[in-house]
């Protein structure tokens, strides 16, 4: 039949979850049915709770960030190049008919289902980019330097260079792996699960069995039996019946219970498969006890890393090689590129240590902090760049410190602020370690192991370096923000391995709060006051 085709120049015909013209036939032969007994089609894998999640979740989020032409200034510096023809298509609106979130949003459900997505890019007369059209996948194939696809129900060929063509994992570099077929077997178990479920509870939540009678009965009488029995005790209206077997009647089970075939463990467990094939993090699917993080921003951080760069940069990458011109690419003018400052930006807290930071730094102004927080401008004095005054070049000699304070009541004054600015740093880095310490002692295993792995936080050390400087610069005694860490974590790994040698798994919870409440009391104040001393 494809020998027919390929010599009459035509394409096999597109089957689709959607085409009712397919036949049973069809799908066994394209490999949709599973070891289950349940057919899985495209269609199929979004009627799965967990593949309905994660396809909205992934789509929902990668659409969400702007897609920016960015161009690079004399100094290496770049900027969004809002008069790129290419500029308003990614970020702005794709087509007469889509915005450009809803146009990426599809994009990235055909890659979530298909392993491959397909975009018409239709220029005018001089190559410029005017609109992009996403194409049906399993619609379009490549075959020799074309796209040939279905549009409004006619066939067209369209040249390569005007296909924007993203496609996952590849075993021949121009098509992804079909992503339904290969995960078949494993959503098919969790359609299976909940197909069971739901013949349960129709049933009553009684199990299916065998009706076992002494004498030999005809088969109207076999009939008129079974019947009975089903409209008597059968369902969920009948529910809580006794059952009254005549004749020496026996009933005898055939089927396992939930609890015995580990339904709610089986349902999870499928829930984690999703998952890994779209490599996230089960807990983003409601997975309870799964991998926690100390804080949204490490979160996030990780489900970009896992989950969503390699798509991010697998659309990029394909918009750059279509979108720019031969020159633009040439000379490295303009790269393309998704705007990340939303997802991975941290808690309000940390957001704004870091703007404070860039600001001394001078690489941003008070103006672009407000503007890029939606909040209004300071005025003309918000456009100025400023740099801490003790900042200099590291091939300039340093100068001689200015004297000291030699009031003795001035310095003191000056030396109790520092230290209680300090202190309050060092008291939101012991909250954060017991914060996580009083969670982790519910499972006494995770503690032990969280204790022993030295309570390494990257996070606790920024906390405290920006006050331990400014300790250091006013007082002139030196303050490391790592090494008061390294203190603090010392004696709070010296208490808690006291408290676990002391009580048992189910005391240490509330044992483990009582003494994380005595260390956030005393320890920030004792370790702020020992550098004076």
Not at 213 to 219: D, K, T, Y
């Amino acid at each position: 039949m494809q020998i027919l085709q390929s010599l009459m120049g035509t394409s096999p015909a597109v089957r689709s979850a959607e085409n009712p013209a397919n036949s049973i036939l069809d799908e066994w032969t394209q490999g949709n049915r599973t070891n289950t007994g349940i057919s899985m089609t495209p269609g199929r894998a979004l009627e799965y709770a967990p593949v309905w999640q994660a396809v909205s979740m992934i789509s929902g989020d990668i659409a969400g960030l702007p897609l920016e032409v960015m161009k690079r200034d004399v100094d290496d510096g770049r900027a969004a190049d809002k008069g790129h023809p290419a500029y308003r298509l990614l970020a702005r609106k794709a087509n007469q008919e889509m915005t450009a979130f809803i146009f990426w949003r599809t994009i990235l459900t055909h890659l979530c289902i298909w392993n491959r997505a397909y975009a018409w890019v239709i220029r005018d007369q001089n190559a410029t980019p005017l609109e992009l059209i996403p194409l049906l996948p399993d619609r379009t194939e490549a075959k020799r330097g074309e796209y040939h696809t279905e549009v409004d129900d006619q066939m067209r060929s369209i040249k390569a260079t005007n296909v924007l063509h993203f496609h996952g994992i590849s075993t021949d570099t121009t098509e992804g792996c079909e992503l339904v077929t290969k995960a078949r077997n494993s959503w098919s178990m969790g359609l299976a699960a909940e197909k069971f479920g739901s013949k349960f509870f129709k049933n009553g939540m009684r199990v299916s069995g065998v009706l076992q009678h002494p004498g030999r009965l005809r088969e109207t009488g076999r009939e008129n039996l079974e019947n009975s029995f089903n409209k008597k005790y059968a369902g969920l209206d009948n529910v809580a019946k006794v059952i009254v077997l005549e004749e020496n009647a026996k009933f005898i089970k055939t089927t396992i219970s939930p609890d015995e075939a580990q339904f709610t463990g089986t349902r999870e467990e499928q829930v984690r498969d999703v998952a890994r094939w779209y490599n996230v993090d089960p807990s983003l699917l409601g997975v309870a006890g799964s991998v926690s993080y100390n804080s949204k921003e490490e979160a996030n951080r990780a489900y970009w890393q896992s989950g969503l760069m390699p798509w991010s940069n697998t659309i990029r990458w394909e918009c750059w090689d279509k979108l720019l011109t031969e020159q633009e690419k040439e000379t490295d003018s303009h790269i393309i590129e998704h705007n990340t400052m939303a997802l991975l930006a941290g808690d309000i807290k940390t957001q704004a240590e870091v703007e404070e930071i860039w600001h001394r730094l001078g690489t941003r102004t008070a103006n672009q902090i407000a503007r890029s927080h939606n909040l209004a401008p300071v005025g003309d004095s918000g456009d100025q760049y400023y740099i801490t005054s003790n900042v200099q070049p590291a091939d300039v000699p340093a100068e001689a410190p200015d004297a000291p304070v030699t009031d003795e009541p001035a310095r003191n004054d000056i030396l109790a602020t520092s230290q209680v600015v300090l202190a309050e740093s060092l008291q939101r880095a012991i909250n954060r370690i017991g914060m996580r310490a009083r969670r982790l002692s519910k499972n006494p295993a995770k503690f032990v192991e969280w204790l022993d792995s030295g309570i390494h936080d990257d996070v606790l050390v920024s906390i405290v370096s920006v006050q331990a400087r400014a300790y250091s610069t006013l007082t002139g005694q030196r303050a490391e923000a790592d090494r008061l860490i390294a203190e603090m974590i010392l004696d709070v790994q010296r208490s808690l391995n006291l408290v676990i040698d002391s009580v048992s798994g189910e005391e240490l919870p509330e044992a483990v709060d009582t003494e994380m409440s005595k260390l956030e009391g005393n320890l920030p104040k004792q370790l702020s006051e020992g550098i004076a001393a």
